[in-house]
């Protein structure tokens, strides 16, 4: 069942739970993902940052809107951290249903005005927009972007930009860095910012940088209004672990041999992950 962000977001904020965003960049971790979410009967977001959109090419975006079109679970097609027009445009026209529009390095003024010119032309073919204020960290290399400090979201910003803007979204900055947090850096997420956030709008928030938290902390931002959070590092950091681990038998060369043990370990944190967000079963409120 595909959707856009707006109606999928909508039921968990009324159950008070959170969707997984995986982010997918091949054909194994998109099956990995659908399988977990089917077994598990939780609702994904096929996440797709715009570095993977190149490797992948847009040719894989038809094959994910299938998968969306053919399972029962509702799936919504999200275009991750987009920065400028051109690539928000492409990600609508190869079949996206929601895409992400990340001005959150500028000043607040030009990220507003860049969200509201996404929201007018998003919403004229129903995709939904979510739209970042503050800054979310980074790990390191082998991590999606973010910025070096975490500039942790200013309160008093988010119901003027929420309102200017139109956003059905928010990833608001409170403390996650991208990536898998190296042994001197401890995530620091802030619950009461979170919470106070969350009491300013009514919109769901997104959580990012979600890989390699405290359980606990993210199981209590799912009570504080997050219905969203993403997750890329902790799935594809399973299956790459396995893979090297199957690898290391030299006789191995079919892509049918070599996977499945990999998509497994995937699937294990991936059905983690809908637990701890609360998502098994919600599939069957829509
Ligand atoms: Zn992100």
Redo the contacts with the bound molecule.
């Keep these: 069942m595909l959707m856009n962000m707006r109606d999928l977001l909508a039921v968990a904020q009324k159950n008070k739970f959170a969707v997984p965003a995986f982010n997918i960049s091949s054909s194994m971790l998109l099956t990995g993902v659908i399988e977990a979410s089917e077994e598990a009967s939780s609702p994904v977001i096929f996440a797709i940052h715009p570095d993977e959109l190149a490797f992948v090419r847009p040719s894989f975006i038809s094959a994910a809107v299938q998968e969306a079109i053919r399972t029962s679970v509702p799936v919504c097609i999200h275009l991750?951290?987009g920065s400028s027009l051109d690539q928000i445009m492409a990600a609508i026209r190869y079949g996206f249903t929601s895409v992400m529009m990340d001005a959150s390095e500028s000043p607040l003024e030009e990220n507003i005005a860049a969200c509201k010119e996404v929201v007018e032309l998003a919403h004229a073919v129903d995709v939904s927009v979510e739209g970042e204020l503050g800054t979310?960290g980074t790990t390191g290399p082998e991590a999606?972007a973010g910025t070096e400090e975490i500039i942790y979201v200013n309160p008093d910003d988010v119901e003027t930009f929420v309102e200017a803007t139109g956003v059905d979204t928010l990833a608001a900055a409170v403390g996650t860095a991208?990536g898998i947090y190296p042994k001197d850096k401890k995530p620091e997420l802030k619950l009461d910012l979170l919470r106070e956030i969350s009491s300013r709008v009514d919109i769901p928030l997104v959580l990012?940088?979600g890989s390699a938290n405290p359980d606990d902390e993210i199981a209590k931002a799912v009570t504080l209004g997050v219905c969203k959070i993403?997750i890329s590092s902790d799935t594809k950091d399973a299956f790459y672990q396995k893979c090297r681990e199957v690898l290391s038998n030299p006789g191995l060369r079919e892509p049918n041999s070599i996977y499945p043990a990999c998509i497994e370990a995937m699937k294990k944190v991936a059905h983690h992950k809908i637990k701890l967000f609360n998502a098994a079963g919600k599939a069957a409120l829509y």
């Design positions: 991750d951290h979310i999606e991208h990012h940088g993403n």
